[in-house]
């Protein structure tokens, strides 16, 4: 972060493309397309953008007065889900002789393009605007370079023709576009897919979290890209099994049979109050239940051949996926979190099934709370992640 007899200096540069001055505090669309342009770095400095809060045009703190609540929102514009991938950045208040500004800093991004609202938004100059397809594909190919997360890697066993193409252009793309985007749409298949991270046009071939989403059998390309259910009779694995699946397939048909799983086997039964009364209860909430689903299918490694283990027996649940904490995750969980599978999070975010980044362990918690279940209860070591979900107590 700059200094800020640097920033000033900075700031006294009307042509600059490393800075967005404003003084306006709520203009959220204004904020959110500068920190998605700093974030595509077309020009290439690998070097930061800043957006700051309290500044003229002509470079001179308006006299803003910078307070927490500015600064919050400001923070939580990484992870409302409308910027994606996730934009890496910093806020602070910088006091100046002059006055006070909020200073948000922008690392270029190793996964470009980052689109907001299904745009991509980049400088041109010292101004802001929508890339062309021409420039969003140089974002494209430079990602190639940049990328270091398995889901953005290429599958060079895989080619276009084990995608299912409808899942793509009819399901998903409409989700992940603005309308305007697709619209004006000329490029191939191909480039749409690159575009997206789910094709990579030097290896031509797709990226592994294009067969993830788009494959009807990713477990052909990637052995372990499945869910393993029981359902057990007793509270160990020894003891009978009521229910074996395997779920495969596409990303989104996962998920919706887990959701099905969920409200199949979460049981709704009487629990004694008086003498004339009974009030039914749930042995789990379904919305924690299927929080740590999605997240051991979000944050597993798929690089493993074992699939993620559903485990549901008499008096608790289970769920482990491999792959332990990733980057700052690691250490400082749950107050922090990271993405092995950005492209994969960026996905599930899309298709309607993350709302919010960084906040799924919290809401769980919450759910098992408010239905009277304790607290999940967390393993981790260097290769597995596991949760472990006891039932609510009927006891009186």
């Known amino acids: 972060m700059y200094t800020p007899e640097q920033l000033l200096n900075l700031l006294a540069d009307p042509e600059s493309e490393r800075i967005e001055r404003t003084t306006s505090t709520s203009n959220t669309d204004k904020f959110a397309q500068a920190i998605c342009a700093f974030a595509n770095d077309l ?15 002509n470079g001179s703190p308006s006299g803003l007065t910078v307070s927490d609540q500015l600064l919050q929102n400001l923070a939580a514009l990484r992870s409302d889900g409308n910027i994606l991938p996730l934009p890496m950045l910093s ?3 910088i006091d ?16 470009p393009p980052v689109r907001y609202k299904g745009q991509v938004w980049i400088r041109v100059g010292p101004r802001r605007a929508i890339a062309n397809e021409q420039e969003e594909r140089v974002l494209t190919e430079r990602r190639t370079a940049l990328a270091h997360t398995y889901d953005a890697a290429p599958c060079n066993s895989a080619g276009l023709s084990d995608l299912n193409q409808d899942l793509f252009l009819i399901g998903y793309r409409k989700h992940a576009l603005s309308e305007e985007v697709i619209a004006a749409n000329h ?10 991270r789910f094709y990579n046009l030097n290896q031509k071939c797709p990226t592994n979290a294009g067969v993830l989403l788009f494959a009807p059998r990713p477990v052909t390309f990637l052995p372990g890209a499945y869910v393993q259910f029981l359902r057990l009779a007793g509270n160990d694995p020894t003891s009978e099994v009521i229910d074996d699946k395997q779920i495969h397939g596409d990303l989104a048909t996962v998920l919706k049979t887990l959701d099905l799983l969920i409200d199949v086997n979460v049981r709704q039964r009487p629990v004694f109050v008086s003498t004339l ?5 749930r042995d789990y909430p379904k919305a924690a239940v299927r929080e740590f689903l999605l997240n051991a299918v979000m944050h597993r490694s798929y690089q493993s051949n ?40 960026e996905a599930m975010r899309a298709i309607g099934y993350v709302n919010r980044y960084g906040q799924g362990i919290m ?34």
């Not at 918690?365 to 967390?378: D, I, K, V, Y």
Request: aromatic content about 10%.
């Open 43 to 57: 020009p290439n400095y690998r070097q930061p953008g800043y957006l700051v809060i309290g500044v003229d045009d």
């Open 91 to 93: 806020v602070r208040k």
């Open 96 to 111: 100046t002789p002059a006055g006070e500004l909020a200073v948000v800093e922008v690392q270029p991004s190793d996964l």
């Open 187 to 196: 490029r191939t298949l191909e480039q749409q897919l690159a575009s997206l």
């Open 277 to 281: 009364q009974e009030e039914m209860v």
């Open 306 to 345: 074992t699939p993620i283990r559903f485990y549901w027996y008499s008096d608790h649940i289970r769920i482990e996926n491999p792959g332990g904490l990733y980057g700052e995750a690691a250490g400082h969980f749950p107050e922090r979190n990271d993405y092995r599978n950005p492209v994969i999070a």
């Open 363 to 396: 809401r769980a918690q919450s759910s098992l709370r408010e239905n009277g279940n304790p607290e999940a209860e967390f393993t981790v070591d260097t290769s597995w992640f596991s949760v472990l979900i006891h039932t609510k107590s009927t006891k009186r």
